[in-house]
């Protein structure tokens, strides 16, 4: 598990633009690849689409990976940590009610990556939606179920 210190050190110099568009990232605790049961990955799915119905955030791509996760968003309300803190917990209860199992889902932390809207987004959606290809989990994209982009 990662120290105090090493999760501080992933907020120092963080900021939240509304209207800004992020590329999230963030561990299953130990990179245990609970999502490999596909059912649990889609509970976090459900909070990425929560996210989007209640204002926070638009999803432009996400893809969610045996062992971690990536999100790319385009920030509408309140603060990166706040809505991963919202996103991590509120999986965490849907996972331990489907599973019926109190278990601790995500490591502490996440990493973010502020684009300029002159970036190819496009190129980045694709890059986070190949993981599963990257990772040889499947031959072709649509093979896997995890993932979309507004682009594809």
């Known amino acids: 598990m990662p120290s105090l210190a090493a999760s501080n050190r992933l907020r120092i110099g963080r900021c939240s633009e509304p209207n800004r568009i992020y590329l999230l990232s963030t561990n299953t605790l130990c990179r245990e690849p609970i999502f490999k049961d596909f059912t649990l990955g889609r509970l ?10 209640q204002g ?24 990166l940590g706040g809505l991963m803190q919202r996103t991590k917990s509120l999986s965490t209860q849907a996972v331990r009610r489907s599973t019926d199992r109190k278990i ?11 684009l300029r809207r002159e970036e190819d987004l496009v190129n980045v959606a694709r890059y986070v939606v190949a993981n599963p290809l ?11 179920p995890l993932w979309d982009a507004i682009w594809v």
Request: aromatic share 12%; proline share 2%.
């Open 134 to 144: 990257r990772a040889r989990l499947v031959e072709k994209l649509g093979d896997y």
């Open 44 to 53: 976090v799915v459900a909070q990425f689409r929560a996210a989007q119905d």
């Open 104 to 114: 601790s889902l995500w490591q502490n932390g996440f990493h973010d990556r502020a």
């Open 56 to 79: 926070f955030a638009d999803s432009l791509a996400w893809v969610v990976m045996p062992d971690h996760v990536h999100w790319l968003i385009e920030l509408h309300r309140g603060t």
